[in-house]
C-alpha cells in the first residue's frame, strides 16, 4: 500500500512537471525582449512589426532608440537581445569579428533583395552623373559634399574611408553627417531648388518614391556590387535562441519584403499614420506571411502562436 501511495504520488508529480512544460513557452527571462534601433524609419517598420507580434504573443518589447556601434556592443555585452538592421555588406567591417567570435549570432536574412549606396535625383542623373566616378567632374556642383546619416554609421565610414583613400578623386570633398531625417530634409531642399545633391540611400524606404533618383554605380568596394544590392539580417545576443526557444524560433521565421516595408513606411512618413496602425493595416494585408514567421511558435502560455496573432489583428 505504500508503495502504491509513493508510486501514485511520483505519477502525479511527474505529470504536474510535464504539464507545467508544456505551458510555458519560454522561460520568465525571455518575456521581456530587448530590440534596439538605430532611428532608421526601414528598422523601425520592422520592429514595429515584431513588436505587435510579439505583444500578441504574451511578450513584452523594449525598443531603444541608439547608434548602431552602441547596439552592437549591447549585443556583444548582452545588455540587448535582437537587432533587425544588420545591414550586408555595408556592416560587415563592424561585425565581422563578432560573428567569427560567436559574440553575436545572426540567425537569418529578414530581408532580400534590398540596395544601399549613394544616390541623384534624376536630374542629377540626366546631367551626367551615373556613377561614382562622375562626381569629381561636377565636384562645384555638388559643393564637395557627400550627404550622410549618424555619426558612427557603417554606411558613413564606408564613405569617409573613400575619401581617405581617395577614391574617385574624393579627396578634398567633406561627409555631412546627419540623422536620417535630417539627411532627407536637406535632400528635399536641394530638390526643390533643382540643385545638385549626393546622399546615402536605401531600398525600402519611402524616398525611393518621394524622390525621382537614380542609384549610382561602382561602388562596389565600399556598398557591394550591382547598385549596392543588399541583404538584411536579425542577429542576436549569444545564446538568446538557445536560452529562449520559442522567440528565438520567430525570429528565426520572420522573413520581410521590400513592398510591405514601403508601404509601412510611406503610410508612416507621408501619411503621419502612428506606426502601430500602419503596420497593423499592413500585417492584415499580408496574412500569409504570419503562417510562416509562426510555424511552430507559442504564446508565452503555451497557446497557439498564429491563433493568438491572428486575434489580436481581428483576423478570420
Not at 550591382?226 to 536579425?234: E, P
Amino acid at each position: 500500500m505504500r508503495y502504491t501511495h509513493t508510486f501514485t504520488l511520483s505519477c502525479a508529480l511527474l505529470a504536474l512537471s510535464a504539464g507545467h512544460a508544456a505551458w510555458a513557452a519560454d522561460p520568465e527571462s525571455c518575456t521581456t525582449i530587448r530590440m534596439p534601433e538605430p532611428g532608421w524609419a526601414d528598422i523601425s517598420a520592422t520592429n514595429a512589426i515584431a513588436g505587435i507580434v510579439l505583444e500578441a504573443l504574451g511578450y513584452h518589447q523594449k525598443a531603444d532608440t541608439l547608434s548602431v556601434p552602441i547596439i552592437y556592443r549591447g549585443l556583444q555585452m548582452g545588455q540587448a537581445d535582437v537587432f533587425l538592421g544588420n545591414w550586408m555588406p555595408a556592416q560587415k567591417p563592424m561585425v565581422e569579428g563578432p560573428l567569427q567570435d560567436g559574440s553575436i549570432v545572426s540567425l537569418q536574412s529578414n530581408l532580400d533583395q534590398a540596395k544601399f549606396t549613394l544616390a541623384v535625383p534624376s536630374y542629377v542623373a540626366a546631367a551626367g552623373v551615373k556613377s561614382f566616378a562622375d562626381l569629381q567632374k561636377h565636384a562645384d556642383r555638388f559643393g564637395h559634399k557627400i550627404y550622410g546619416i549618424e555619426a558612427g554609421a557603417p554606411a558613413n565610414r564606408n564613405i569617409q574611408n573613400m575619401i581617405k583613400a581617395k577614391d574617385f578623386n574624393l579627396g578634398d570633398w567633406q561627409l555631412v553627417e546627419s540623422s536620417e531625417a535630417g539627411m532627407l530634409s536637406q535632400v528635399t531642399r536641394k530638390v526643390a531648388a533643382k540643385d545638385f545633391v549626393v546622399f546615402l540611400a536605401w531600398e525600402p524606404h519611402a524616398m525611393n518614391t518621394k524622390f525621382k533618383l537614380n542609384y549610382l554605380a561602382g561602388g562596389d568596394a565600399y556598398f557591394g556590387p550591382n547598385y549596392g544590392s543588399a541583404s538584411v539580417h536579425t542577429v542576436t545576443r549569444k545564446g538568446f535562441a538557445s536560452q529562449c526557444p520559442n522567440a528565438g524560433k520567430l525570429f528565426a521565421q520572420m522573413k520581410f519584403n521590400v513592398d510591405l516595408e514601403n508601404r509601412i513606411i510611406s503610410d508612416i512618413l507621408d501619411k503621419k499614420q502612428d506606426a502601430k496602425v500602419a503596420t497593423r493595416a499592413a500585417l492584415k494585408q499580408s496574412p500569409e506571411l504570419l503562417a510562416s514567421w509562426l510555424a511552430g511558435v507559442q504564446t508565452t502560455q503555451g497557446g497557439d502562436g498564429l491563433a493568438a496573432v491572428k486575434k489580436a489583428l481581428q483576423l478570420k
